[in-house]
């Protein structure tokens, strides 16, 4: 049982997360708009998707850039050099600058690195599609990456358009798909590196060749109604992944993959996920958190609204033994789950490699998480499972109006609790054993 002390501070640990959780998109928009996006959007960006939308609209002051005007051709060859060109264009413009990838063309890409800082604002048009080379040889300098976006601030990229990985010459090649061939490393689609003032909005991304959208080392991100899509069985292919990034929020997306929808991992906080759309996958993950008896640091994360279908897993908190640091100030509320085989789940032994993993005594803390108006189905027995740590034991958890069924043969769904602090109000099924 919660001791007096305990209890005030989950009072107030709910109070202050309900302040964040209302005021945070507020607090985006109104960073947004003191940086110039909100007054160029109805002006200059209209003009621009006017422009290159096949109207006839009138010149205006911004630098318009398009990738045919330097040597794309769309044709099956590469057209890297021709994107570097344009970009460099685009980025070295004294005024706002447009890159425009026109509709209707499929233009194919090597291994390539827009870099910043630019003069000016810039956007990115993406209609058509950007599709990558199937030659994994084209990766042998970094196999980790295939676009990069380097330094970038006050940055738009949309445009309604795809950006395909043509992962599955690597899923075939994953020791996750063939046990007899040695791990190797697979790229990143798309990552945005140290960039500032970020918008990427109505895009679709599809078959990564690993994580399709990274965003790392970035400061005041909105990424805004982007479909992700890979076959369920497609290895390691995250669908959003934030590492080391700070202020982002993540709004109305559409993500189906073979590994985690969201994933989200150390130096990240202040993060904001709503209106998300999950499955197949493997759901909505903070970790993996300490591998290598590394510290970890995660904080303010809000996940409200969501709907997972299908999924290996519902919202899940993951840490390897012997890691430091910490996983609090955690919200996910007003979550539906539809046969989600762990719904919730937090696991402080997590050990994602085939030799078992060494008993530790130290641990990730993780602190103050509220589970609010959660409902669905379980398709195994556990419906909720927290795994903590004997000696770093989970704090502050608190379950508010949490209910769920079961799909599983039949019988009644299960809760399992170890060295866990638990809080409950409202309805709470199945409770712990």
């Not at 949309?158 to 090649?173: L, P, Y």
């Not at 100030?329 to 696991?347: C, E, G, K, R, W």
Request: proline share 3%; net charge positive.
């Amino acid at each position: 049982m919660f001791s007096q002390r305990q209890y005030c501070l989950t009072l107030l640990f709910i109070l202050v997360i309900s302040f964040v959780s209302c005021c945070f998109s507020s607090y985006q928009d109104d960073l947004y708009f003191r940086n110039g996006y909100q007054s160029q959007g109805d002006s200059y960006y209209g003009q621009v998707l006017r422009r290159h939308s096949g109207a006839n609209a009138p010149a205006t002051s911004a630098q318009i850039v398009n990738v045919d005007d330097f040597g794309a051709k769309a044709d099956g060859t590469d057209d890297s050099q021709a994107f570097l060109k344009a970009w460099k264009k685009a980025c070295s413009s004294n005024v706002e600058a447009a890159l425009v990838i026109p509709r209707n063309r499929i233009y194919h890409l090597k291994p390539v690195t827009f870099s910043g800082p630019c003069k000016s604002g810039l956007t990115i048009k993406i209609y058509g599609t950007i599709k990558a080379t199937v030659h994994q040889s084209d990766y042998r300098k970094d196999p980790r990456y295939w676009i990069v976006f380097d330094n970038v601030n006050n940055f738009i990229v949309e445009g309604g358009g795809t950006i395909n990985g043509n992962g599955e010459i690597w899923w075939r090649n994953s020791c996750k798909v063939n046990r007899n061939l040695p791990c190797k490393d697979a790229p990143t689609a798309v990552t945005f590196f140290g960039c500032k003032n970020l918008r990427v909005a109505n895009l679709r991304f599809k078959n990564s060749q690993k994580m399709h959208l990274s965003f790392k080392k970035c400061v005041n991100v909105k990424a805004l109604n982007l479909k992700v899509i890979a076959p369920g069985n497609s290895p390691n292919t995250d669908g959003i992944h934030v590492t080391e990034t700070q202020n982002i929020q993540i709004k109305n997306c559409v993500i189906g993959t073979g590994d985690d929808c969201i994933s989200i991992v150390s130096g990240s906080k202040n993060i904001r996920a709503t209106g998300i759309v999950c499955g197949p996958g493997h759901g909505i993950s903070i970790g993996s958190l300490g591998a290598g008896n590394s510290e970890a640091e995660v904080s303010n994360v809000v996940v409200d609204g969501a709907k997972l279908t299908g999924t290996t897993n519902g919202v899940r908190i993951k840490t390897w033994q012997g890691g430091s640091g910490y996983a609090k100030n955690i919200v996910f509320q007003n979550i539906a789950m539809s046969n989600v085989t762990n719904p919730i789940i937090i696991d402080q032994h997590y050990c994602d490699q085939e030799d078992p993993c060494t008993d530790q005594a130290s641990a990730v803390q993780i602190s103050n998480v509220l589970y609010k108006n959660i409902k669905g189905t379980s398709a195994s027995e556990v419906a909720i499972k927290f795994d903590c740590s004997k000696s770093s034991a989970c704090q502050g958890i608190l379950m508010q109006d949490v209910v769920f069924g079961s799909q599983y043969k039949g019988e009644a769904a299960k809760a399992l609790c170890l060295n866990v602090n638990l809080k409950k109000r409202g309805s709470f099924r199945p409770l712990c054993s």
